[in-house]
């Protein structure tokens, strides 16, 4: 079974960056996909970005298109969200995931899921 841990939370004042990490410990990495999610308090799960594990192919929620940008590192089986322009309202407990099925922008299809990291953005 695939373990993820993720890391780069904080604390970070609105407009500021922070780099998000998930190091996936299967190897080789066979899932078809890796996502980001975050949960705020009182509020769903919700779907942040995702990218396809072998070709890099990526989607974002309309929320953080354009200020948020995820990649993966095959070799180190690493995935990045590079948060830009962060607001309060991004501020949520961040959960990377691995996906196996083609509804790879769907929460419901990921079966595993890090521990979360908690990012805050203060005013």
């Known amino acids: 079974q695939v373990q993820l841990v993720e890391s780069g939370g904080g604390l970070v004042q609105a407009g500021g960056s922070l780099r998000l990490s998930c190091a996936a410990s299967a190897r080789p990495f066979s899932g078809y996909a890796m996502g980001w999610f975050r949960q705020a308090p009182e509020k769903e799960r919700e779907f942040v970005a995702a990218?396809?594990?072998?070709?890099?192919?990526?989607a974002y929620a309309d929320s953080v298109k354009g200020r948020f940008t995820i990649s993966r590192d095959n070799a180190k089986r690493t995935m990045y969200l590079q948060m830009n322009s962060l607001k309060p309202e991004d501020t949520a407990v961040y959960y990377c995931a691995v996906t196996y099925l083609f509804t790879w922008t769907q929460l419901d299809a990921y079966n595993y899921w890090g521990q979360g990291t908690q990012v805050t953005v203060s005013s």
């Open positions: 990218i396809k594990w072998s070709v890099g192919s990526t």
